[in-house]
């Protein structure tokens, strides 16, 4: 395993204290700013490829049990698995641009979070993983900034595709709270019913000088009924629907106003996130008796722990943010089989019938990072940003990093271990130039160095031009990437069948035969990071609340990891195969805008995404099955001072299916069955009785239309559409 360099990490630090030491050079009785400027990464904010969601939005549609389902409304959003397999299919989580939820970057507050890099990577590239966006309970969100294209990639691994930042509500000095309460009753009872409850709690410690943030939620989904989806059923293949949670989260903030000029900020949170099995295996596979036995028990339970120091100060010259963050989740996961078709599911071990046989996976990530933002005029106007990161992310999984039977030839026995641990760190530099009041440019540069990968540089251009006061064209071009994860690289990670998924060998695009029989698939530590060149431009135009825009991307992906099909040898009569580096993909659309305010009171908001390509050129499959076209529209009333309506509207497109086979079992068994266009409507109206009550109910999916989740391989109906609901919320405050 590769060590870290002291010489890098010296280099690294320079940027680290030069940003945080600005603040100590600084005079302490400096006051704050008059001036107020933009940052670069506040101009980058204000690219194309951005979306806001506002508390307010998140009031009137709140999300039901996932604020990816709001998310998804924005333009260039859907949700999909990792992969077109179908593995996993209702496990969906964010895809930004159709570079797959492993290129989406969650954030907090600014702060990545990586729990679901504790969830195995599985042989085709999926995690058993709902992903990081449900550890903020909604009604605590104060808004959601949705980065797509060029101006994601400043901020550095894992967000090629995009990045969802998660913002929570801020202190405040004066003593206010709140109670919320929501439900969801679908009408069909083999769909799981939703309730939450929770609270915030805000106010003064010390007036002036120390203030206190407090959040708690509950919240429980109760699951698809077993037999939800047509073929279900205990002695056939099992594809279930929706599987049951219950969420418990805690979390909380204190501010410590230093200065006039400075503050400091603790953040930390709880969480424990309980998964319900329903018979959800990676291959789907028919239930056995054990599994058979442990339906209704939690079969994943997730606990996360965050905490996070961050000081933030305002100079004379300019502002830094020096932040210290510590995350760790441990994964008490069902223990699963790591060999062919019995990858994925639970596995009974010693323990009794109806007790799930748990194991636990520990991820911990230590984030140290700065920044200043320094404005100056040199001919021009200039905002300069320096920062710097240093990360270090380790995994403990004795479930998955170990022997897996006898078949394991003898020089890797009694070898392995469950440890691994990875260091980087960046350097970035940034300058939102103002060339003129019409014209802006970002020029970006980041310098990133892992203890596997190496160095990888990615600059960045963004640019504005205002043409009129209603005409604006702006647009960007930057590179952005993607470390291995830590499964990926570990040589230790090791995946074996007996011909249950051994690749055909691809040679100029066509499939050959190639590897045959017994074959191991191992972590590969020479693996390259993923890397894309993300291009869009486009306009915008606004004039009177009239809204409109229209942007072009293209992402060229390359190095995109992937279970290789490369025969390296031979172990006990199993051919050896590593995780390896594709070589191309490309991903091309458009999307766009359309707000019209018919009156002060109605206004009618829309977007749209179209899909022209989204193509992996090893396999001439699609990287993920996403719709070729999405638009979504916010019809909003506001009726009266106290009553509001809402008629909401979704149009998906044509899914289309993989095309090709990609392992031996699939080999001519593939349906290609794609999924036609369709169409959700939804419609909700609030009440407030007072300044402190609020009530809110709607119907979500009017018309009913359901999609269950298909058995067939090949197919592009890789989850459960849910059909008709009545939902309700109450807000208390005070």
């Not at 064209?473 to 830590?486: E, H, S």
């Not at 060149?533 to 009177?544: A, V």
């Not at 099955?625 to 999405?630: A, E, G, L, W």
Request: with cysteine; proline share 3%.
């Amino acid at each position: 395993m590769p060590s870290s360099s002291p010489t890098y990490f010296r280099l690294a630090l320079l940027p680290l204290l030069l940003a945080s030491g600005f603040a100590q050079a600084a005079d302490q009785n400096s006051t704050q700013l008059d001036t107020v400027y933009v940052t670069a990464e506040r101009q980058l904010q204000q690219s194309l490829g951005v979306s806001k969601i506002t508390e307010e939005d998140l009031e009137k549609r709140p999300a039901v049990n996932d604020i990816s389902e709001i998310i998804r409304t924005m333009p260039g959003v859907n949700l999909t698995a990792n992969s077109p397999t179908g593995q996993h299919g209702n496990k969906r989580q964010i895809d930004i641009r159709g570079m797959g939820p492993e290129n989406t970057l969650i954030m907090v507050d600014g702060r990545p979070v990586s729990s679901r890099n504790s969830a195995r990577m599985t042989w085709r590239g999926e995690r058993d993983t709902t992903g990081d966006s449900n550890w903020v309970p909604v009604e605590d969100i104060q808004s959601i900034e949705v980065i797509r294209g060029p101006a994601a990639a400043r901020y550095g691994s894992g967000a090629a595709g995009g990045v969802v930042n998660i913002v929570t509500k801020k202190v405040s000095n004066e003593f206010h709270g709140s109670l919320n309460y929501f439900t969801n009753q679908p009408a069909d009872s083999k769909e799981g019913a939703t309730n939450r409850v929770g609270f915030n709690l805000s106010g003064p410690i010390v007036k002036d000088v120390l203030s206190f943030r407090l959040y708690g939620n509950y919240s429980k989904f109760d699951g698809d009924s077993l037999d939800i989806n047509a073929n279900a059923n205990n002695s056939g293949s099992q594809y279930a629907g929706n599987e049951g949670f219950t969420n418990k989260d805690v979390g909380g903030r204190l501010a410590w106003k230093i200065s006039p000029n400075q503050t400091l900020y603790y953040d930390g949170s709880y969480g424990r996130h309980g998964s319900i099995f329903n018979g959800d295996s990676q291959n789907n596979s028919a239930l056995d008796a054990y599994n058979k036995s442990i339906i209704g028990q939690e079969h994943r339970i997730i606990y996360r722990q965050s905490h996070a120091l961050t000081h933030e100060g305002v100079w004379d010259w300019g502002d830094t943010k020096v932040v210290a963050q510590y995350d760790k989740t441990r994964n008490a996961h069902c223990v699963t089989g790591l060999a062919g078709s019995t990858e994925g599911k639970c596995q009974q071990g010693t323990s009794a019938l109806g007790t799930v046989n748990l194991s636990d996976s520990t991820y911990v990530t230590k984030r140290l990072s700065a920044e200043a933002n320094i404005p100056f005029t040199w001919g021009v106007g200039h905002v300069l940003t320096v920062g710097a990161e240093l990360n270090h992310d380790s995994l403990d999984d004795p479930d998955s990093l170990k022997q897996t039977g006898s078949i394991l030839g003898s020089q890797y026995a009694g070898t392995r271990t469950s440890k691994m641990s990875m260091s980087s760190w960046a350097a970035y530099v940034e300058d939102n130039i103002s060339i003129s009041p019409a014209f802006s440019l970002v020029p970006t540069l980041r310098f990133d160095h892992n203890n596997y990968t190496g160095s990888n540089l990615s600059p960045g251009l963004n640019a504005s031009y205002q043409l009129s006061p209603s005409w604006k064209i702006k647009g960007g071009i930057a590179r952005a990437y993607k470390a291995p994860n830590l499964y990926q690289l570990n040589e230790n990670y090791l995946l074996t069948t007996r011909g249950n998924g051994c690749p055909i060998t691809i040679i100029n695009g066509n499939y050959t035969k190639g590897v045959a029989g017994n074959c191991y698939l191992l972590g590969n530590k020479n693996l390259k990071p993923e890397t894309s060149w993300n291009k869009e431009i486009g306009f915008e135009f606004s004039q009177n609340g009239y809204l409109g825009s229209l942007a072009y991307f293209r992402n060229d992906y390359k190095n995109k990891i992937t279970a290789g099909d490369e025969n390296l040898g031979n172990i006990a009569g199993y051919n050896v195969l590593q995780w390896d580096n594709a070589r191309k993909a490309v991903v091309e659309g458009f999307e766009g805008n359309v707000t019209i305010p018919f009156s002060d009171r109605l206004k009618w908001v829309n977007n749209f995404t179209y899909m022209k390509q989204s193509i992996n050129k090893d396999t001439g499959n699609p990287l993920s099955i996403i719709p070729k076209f999405t638009i979504n529209s916010t019809l909003s009333w506001q009726a009266t001072d106290k009553l509001d309506a809402q008629l909401t509207f979704t149009q998906y497109g044509k899914q289309k299916a993989r095309s090709v086979d990609e392992t031996n079992i699939e080999k001519g068994a593939l349906t290609y069955e794609n999924l036609g266009s369709y169409g959700i409507w939804g419609v909700s109206a609030g009440y407030d009785f007072n300044k402190n009550v609020n009530m809110r109910m709607g119907i979500n999916n009017i018309f009913d239309k359901q999609l269950y989740r298909s058995s067939s391989r090949g197919s592009a109906q890789t989850y459960n559409q849910t059909g008709r609901a009545i939902w309700g919320s109450m807000k208390v405050s005070f």
